[in-house]
Structure formats: structure tokens, C-alpha cells
């Protein structure tokens, strides 16, 4: 059987823009050959679609687009996510649905059976379970639908089950021939290859052929990297659609050798494309075509600088330089050598002027006291303001630098480097911004070489280092990995080996500073816990680890 892949980029809401990419790639993939066209999940209003589902009309509209697209299918069956209102009085009021349109009506639906409840997944808010996946009869096949989550029985490398029921093995027994799974599966760095063995597993227990068809695409802080896949009854792959980029392709699941080798799963090299992606993706869904960068001549406003201009174009990225009175000469230098090598507009807007008049103003108030943090932070929010004003006169979006490590333990200025409308590179660690920076002068100078090698500092005084309150950041990348994504305590960090003292003190300031995190612009999920939706601590807690 000759399965069309539809690898679509849908955007959460746009119903007629979805249901021309839909009808644009089914017609392709027919016109190719195909024998039945698969979409991912909810592609008709796009995922996730969160509260939209609560506006009166929202779930009605999306079901009307699906019977035009239905209208629009003919003797090639098309499989498309949906949402489909609950027809029965309980339960939630609505199912995650995937609908098998032939020959201009939707000739059955299928039901999404596990519903994921954890990290930045809330379906169980929304729809109501279905008892078991959809199996059909179609031209002497027997057909077996699954939706995402079915198949995502086991809950990572410690293989503990989240449900009770497991739709693959019920498929197992209901012999059939051919296993479809519709899905939205955001990347994270680590998944790519485990999500490989979980479908290739799949396949072989349900014993059918699988073909699973992935979005793609950025939509708000998540990013799906595509990479369907279709494996044989054995297990083995037949065929993997390009990571990060849309694609429509027919894969055979009578053949006998995989038509192509797997796309590798490179660390900085797929997060380099999700980055890109999801900036892009980010700012186009929200209408810019343009963005601003403030450049401190640090690596993490370099990274985000590099990772704009290749996202929009260099042509429509700007970078300012905001030297204070404190900044260093290598600082601005950088900063001007970056937007050269980068072939982006370059700005030079000195604010010693602006922290000036603030400080003037504020003296009679401070009465005197001594300069502390305070007189540091106006630096910050001098920068956060020309930013911001530039941003609003010119419509470009302004992106955040800061990265995962210093919004964990507060290092940024609210209302000042906080200031932007994306945070391209917030969960991504500090180690690992080192890391991306070298990759992206894997070909060329992109980023100056005394960017990379100088101490990480924030210049807000004189010979400031991060280091002077911080310990290196492999060690502090290594605390906040446990503390904050597997949920470790602090006697499980000493009992690794970390110094009692850093530990204790790095819990500190990250619980701190849940507060300056509910109020930072949303960020790119890279990792699997990102401060974000996915993670919900309470701002006012008192639980000592």
C-alpha cells in the first residue's frame, strides 16, 4: 500500500489556511500515486489549540472546514485530525478525532484513547477518552487508527506506565493489516531517537505496518520537528520524512529495503533547526517580519543574533549596541564585528545619559544610601527601555537573550534584558550556548572568537564576572538539570557529589525567583522540563528540599 505522509505546518486557529495546506498536499500526494493520504493530529485547527476550544463557535467552525475538506477527497481516502464536539451529554465536551473522509463524506472517526496530562500537555482539560482506537475495513484492508499519545505507552528510559489501557496491544489483537497514527509530538533534545525505537516497537507488537505521520513547525513555545515515519511489521524502518521542514511523500509499506537512510539525530544540529524554526515560525504566526536584538558583545545576545538572521534573513535583523559607562571597549567591539559577520543593521545607542538621569532623579529619594544592586538594575532597564521603544516605532519583535541557566537562578533584570515578546534561547543551558555558538562557526566566523573565550559577565560593574557569584557553569548547568528537570532534592545533589553549600544555595535562588519567571516573555521549549507551562511552581511556597 502506497501511504501519502502529509508533513504539514498548520497554525493553531487559522482554519481556512489549514485546510488549503491539507487539500494542497492531498492533491499532491494523489497526483503522485498515493493510495490513502495521512495528516497529523488536529490539523485542521492546528496544535495545541488549548482554550480556543472554549469560544462558542471555535470546535463548530473546525468540524464545518472538515466537511469542506471531506467534500474535497475522492476516491483516495484522506485521514485527518479534528475536533469532534461529544455527542453524549457527560464526559468532557469534546474528542481529540481523526476522521476518514472517501469520496466526499467522512466515512468514520477515530478517537484519541490516552490523553496526556504532564509537562505542557493538559488534554484531559478538554477531551473526553475514547474506549478503544477506530479499526475499519477498506478495500480488503483492515485499518487501525491511533492518535499520538495511544502509542507513547511507556513514560521514557524508566519504561513506567501512565495508563492502565494500552491501545497497541488491544490493536494486536484485532488482526489487523495496516496501523495509522496521527500526531503532534514536540521535540525536545534526547527524543528523536527514542521516539524511533517507541514506533518501531509499536509496529511490531501491533503487528501491522506502521505509518506515523508528525507536525511540524513552531507554534507559540513549542516545535515539532516532523521526521514521520513508517516502519514494517517487523519492525524495521521503511521511510523517514526530513526533521524541520514540511514534506509530503509517499512511502511503500510492501517494500522490502527502507528507501532512505534516517536523518541523524545530532545534538547542536537539530537544535540549531528547532531554534530557527521556532523563532521563525513564532514571529511570522504573529505577523513580524523583522527583528531586534540588543548586543552586549556576549555570547548569548551573539547566539540569538545568529540564530534571528538565519530565522528572518539577515536583512531583517537589527542589533544595538547599549554601552554604559562601565561597558568595555572588547564588549563593544564585539558586538560591532558580530552584526559585520553577520551582515545584519547595526546600532550604537550609548545610555550613560539615560542611567544618569535616572540616578538624578531617584537621589533624593535613596537619601544617600550606598550603591548596591539597584543602581546596577537601571543599567538593565535603561537598555529594556530604548529597546522597547525601538521595537514599538519600528514593529520589530525584540527577543530576549537570556539563557536557561540565568533565568533559573534569577541573573536578568525584569523590565529590563527581560524585556522582548521571545525568549529564543531561555531553555537552552548556559554549556550549551557555548556549544551552539561553536557550531555555528562550524563554516565561517560567525560569532568572534574573544565572544566565545572571554568570562561570561554582565558589565552592570566594574571587573564583574558571573563566577564571582556563581559556581563554573558546568557544575551549576549539572545542579539545575537535577534540581529542576528530574526534580531532585538537595540531599540527592550532595549525595551526587555537589558541595552541600552550592547546592543549598542554588535551590535558593531558584525558587527565589519563580517570580521573575511567571513574568518572562515565552521561551522555545528545547529540553524536556523548560520553565514554561510545562513546570508550575507556585510563586508563594515554603517547601524546603
Same mark, same amino acid.
Given at each position: 500500500? &502506497?501511504?501519502?505522509?502529509?508533513?504539514?505546518? /498548520?497554525? *493553531?486557529? $487559522?482554519?481556512? !489556511?489549514? +485546510?488549503?495546506? @491539507?487539500?494542497?498536499?492531498?492533491?499532491?500526494?494523489?497526483?503522485?500515486?498515493?493510495?490513502?493520504?495521512?495528516?497529523?493530529?488536529?490539523?485542521?485547527?492546528?496544535?495545541?489549540?488549548?482554550?480556543?476550544?472554549?469560544?462558542?463557535?471555535?470546535?463548530?467552525?473546525?468540524?464545518?472546514?472538515?466537511?469542506?475538506?471531506?467534500?474535497?477527497?475522492?476516491?483516495?481516502?484522506?485521514?485527518?485530525?479534528?475536533?469532534?464536539?461529544?455527542?453524549?451529554?457527560?464526559?468532557?465536551?469534546?474528542?481529540?478525532?481523526?476522521?476518514?473522509?472517501?469520496?466526499?463524506?467522512?466515512?468514520?472517526?477515530?478517537?484519541?484513547?490516552?490523553?496526556?496530562?504532564?509537562?505542557?500537555?493538559?488534554?484531559? &482539560?478538554?477531551?473526553?477518552?475514547?474506549?478503544? /482506537?477506530? *479499526?475499519? $475495513?477498506?478495500? !480488503?484492508? +483492515?485499518?487501525? @487508527?491511533?492518535?499520538?499519545?495511544?502509542?507513547?505507552?511507556?513514560?521514557?528510559?524508566?519504561?513506567?506506565?501512565?495508563?492502565?489501557?494500552?491501545?497497541?496491544?488491544?490493536?494486536?489483537?484485532?488482526?489487523?493489516?495496516?496501523?495509522?497514527?496521527?500526531?503532534?509530538?514536540?521535540?525536545?533534545?534526547?527524543?528523536?531517537?527514542?521516539?524511533?525505537?517507541?514506533?518501531?516497537?509499536?509496529?511490531?507488537?501491533?503487528?501491522?505496518?506502521?505509518?506515523?505521520?508528525?507536525?511540524?513547525?513552531?507554534?507559540?513555545?513549542?516545535?515539532?520537528?516532523?521526521?514521520?515515519?513508517?516502519?514494517?511489521?517487523?519492525?524495521?524502518?521503511?521511510?523517514?520524512?526530513?526533521?524541520?521542514?514540511?514534506?509530503?511523500?509517499?512511502?511503500?509499506?510492501?517494500?522490502?529495503?527502507?528507501?532512505?537512510?534516517?536523518?541523524?539525530?545530532?545534538?547542536?544540529?537539530?537544535?540549531?533547526?528547532?531554534?530557527?524554526?521556532?523563532?521563525?515560525?513564532?514571529?511570522?504566526?504573529?505577523?513580524?517580519?523583522?527583528?531586534?536584538?540588543?548586543?552586549?558583545?556576549?555570547?548569548?545576545?551573539?547566539?540569538?543574533?545568529?540564530?534571528?538572521?538565519?530565522?528572518?534573513?539577515?536583512?531583517?535583523?537589527?542589533?544595538?549596541?547599549?554601552?554604559?559607562?562601565?561597558?568595555?571597549?572588547?564588549?563593544?567591539?564585539?558586538?560591532?564585528?558580530?552584526?559585520?559577520?553577520?551582515?545584519?543593521?547595526?546600532?550604537?545607542?550609548?545610555?550613560?545619559?539615560?542611567?544618569?538621569?535616572?540616578?538624578?532623579?531617584?537621589?533624593?529619594?535613596?537619601?544617600?544610601?550606598?550603591?548596591?544592586?539597584?543602581?546596577?538594575?537601571?543599567?538593565?532597564?535603561?537598555?529594556?527601555?530604548?529597546?522597547?521603544?525601538?521595537?514599538?516605532?519600528?514593529?520589530?519583535?525584540?527577543?530576549?537573550?537570556?539563557?536557561?541557566?540565568?533565568?533559573?537562578?534569577?541573573?536578568?533584570?525584569?523590565?529590563?534584558?527581560?524585556?522582548?515578546?521571545?525568549?529564543?534561547?531561555?531553555?537552552?543551558?548556559?554549556?550549551?550556548?557555548?556549544?551552539?555558538?561553536?557550531?555555528?562557526?562550524?563554516?565561517?566566523?560567525?560569532?568572534?572568537?574573544?565572544?566565545?573565550?572571554?568570562?561570561?559577565?554582565?558589565?552592570?560593574?566594574?571587573?564583574?564576572?558571573?563566577?564571582?557569584?556563581?559556581?563554573?557553569?558546568?557544575?551549576?548547568?549539572?545542579?539545575?538539570?537535577?534540581?529542576?528537570?528530574?526534580?531532585?532534592?538537595?540531599?540527592?545533589?550532595?549525595?551526587?557529589?555537589?558541595?552541600?553549600?552550592?547546592?543549598?544555595?542554588?535551590?535558593?535562588?531558584?525558587?527565589?525567583?519563580?517570580?521573575?519567571?511567571?513574568?518572562?516573555?515565552?521561551?522555545?521549549?528545547?529540553?524536556?522540563?523548560?520553565?514554561?507551562?510545562?513546570?508550575?511552581?507556585?510563586?508563594?511556597?515554603?517547601?524546603?528540599?
Amino acid at each position: 500500500m &502506497r501511504i501519502g505522509l502529509a508533513q504539514i505546518n /498548520p497554525t *493553531v486557529g $487559522d482554519l481556512d !489556511g489549514n +485546510r488549503r495546506l @491539507i487539500l494542497d498536499a492531498y492533491h499532491g500526494l494523489v497526483d503522485q500515486g498515493a493510495s490513502l493520504v495521512l495528516f497529523p493530529e488536529l490539523a485542521v485547527c492546528g496544535y495545541p489549540p488549548r482554550d480556543l476550544l472554549f469560544k462558542r463557535r471555535f470546535v463548530s467552525d473546525g468540524e464545518d472546514s472538515l466537511l469542506k475538506i471531506a467534500a474535497a477527497v475522492g476516491d483516495v481516502p484522506a485521514v485527518v485530525g479534528f475536533v469532534e464536539t461529544n455527542p453524549h451529554p457527560d464526559g468532557r465536551p469534546f474528542f481529540n478525532a481523526a476522521a476518514f473522509c472517501h469520496r466526499g463524506e467522512v466515512l468514520a472517526i477515530g478517537r484519541k484513547c490516552l490523553l496526556p496530562t504532564y509537562d505542557v500537555f493538559d488534554e484531559d &482539560r478538554y477531551f473526553e477518552p475514547a474506549d478503544q /482506537p477506530l *479499526v475499519l $475495513d477498506f478495500r !480488503g484492508r +483492515r485499518i487501525g @487508527i491511533t492518535i499520538c499519545e495511544d502509542i507513547w505507552t511507556m513514560d521514557g528510559p524508566d519504561l513506567r506506565r501512565r495508563y492502565d489501557f494500552d491501545p497497541v496491544t488491544w490493536l494486536a489483537g484485532q488482526s489487523i493489516d495496516l496501523h495509522l497514527n496521527l500526531s503532534a509530538s514536540p521535540w525536545h533534545r534526547g527524543k528523536c531517537q527514542h521516539r524511533r525505537r517507541l514506533i518501531s516497537a509499536a509496529a511490531t507488537h501491533s503487528g501491522a505496518p506502521l505509518a506515523y505521520c508528525n507536525a511540524v513547525g513552531g507554534n507559540d513555545e513549542l516545535i515539532f520537528d516532523g521526521r514521520s515515519l513508517a516502519f514494517d511489521a517487523t519492525g524495521h524502518l521503511l521511510a523517514e520524512l526530513p526533521a524541520f521542514s514540511t514534506a509530503a511523500r509517499i512511502v511503500d509499506l510492501d517494500a522490502r529495503q527502507p528507501e532512505s537512510a534516517p536523518s541523524p539525530c545530532t545534538d547542536m544540529e537539530d537544535l540549531h533547526r528547532a531554534l530557527v524554526l521556532g523563532l521563525r515560525d513564532y514571529a511570522h504566526k504573529s505577523g513580524f517580519r523583522s527583528a531586534l536584538v540588543g548586543l552586549s558583545g556576549g555570547i548569548d545576545s551573539a547566539v540569538t543574533a545568529a540564530l534571528a538572521a538565519d530565522a528572518l534573513g539577515p536583512e531583517n535583523v537589527t542589533g544595538v549596541s547599549l554601552p554604559s559607562a562601565i561597558s568595555s571597549e572588547h564588549s563593544r567591539t564585539d558586538a560591532a564585528e558580530l552584526a559585520r559577520n553577520l551582515g545584519i543593521r547595526f546600532h550604537t545607542l550609548p545610555i550613560a545619559g539615560v542611567v544618569a538621569a535616572a540616578e538624578s532623579t531617584l537621589e533624593p529619594v535613596f537619601e544617600n544610601r550606598p550603591r548596591d544592586v539597584t543602581e546596577e538594575n537601571i543599567q538593565a532597564r535603561a537598555r529594556g527601555l530604548l529597546l522597547m521603544a525601538l521595537s514599538n516605532k519600528s514593529g520589530a519583535l525584540l527577543l530576549t537573550t537570556g539563557n536557561k541557566s540565568e533565568l533559573a537562578v534569577g541573573y536578568c533584570t525584569l523590565y529590563g534584558d527581560m524585556c522582548g515578546g521571545l525568549a529564543v534561547i531561555s531553555d537552552v543551558p548556559k554549556t550549551q550556548v557555548f556549544a551552539l555558538a561553536e557550531h555555528l562557526n562550524r563554516d565561517a566566523p560567525r560569532i568572534p572568537r574573544s565572544t566565545i573565550d572571554k568570562p561570561p559577565s554582565a558589565e552592570l560593574r566594574p571587573d564583574q564576572k558571573d563566577e564571582d557569584s556563581l559556581p563554573p557553569y558546568l557544575v551549576l548547568d549539572a545542579i539545575l538539570e537535577g534540581y529542576v528537570e528530574e526534580g531532585l532534592s538537595s540531599r540527592d545533589l550532595i549525595d551526587r557529589g555537589f558541595d552541600p553549600g552550592v547546592v543549598r544555595d542554588i535551590i535558593r535562588k531558584v525558587d527565589l525567583n519563580e517570580y521573575k519567571r511567571k513574568q518572562a516573555a515565552p521561551g522555545l521549549k528545547t529540553t524536556p522540563l523548560a520553565f514554561g507551562v510545562g513546570r508550575r511552581i507556585p510563586i508563594v511556597q515554603k517547601y524546603i528540599s
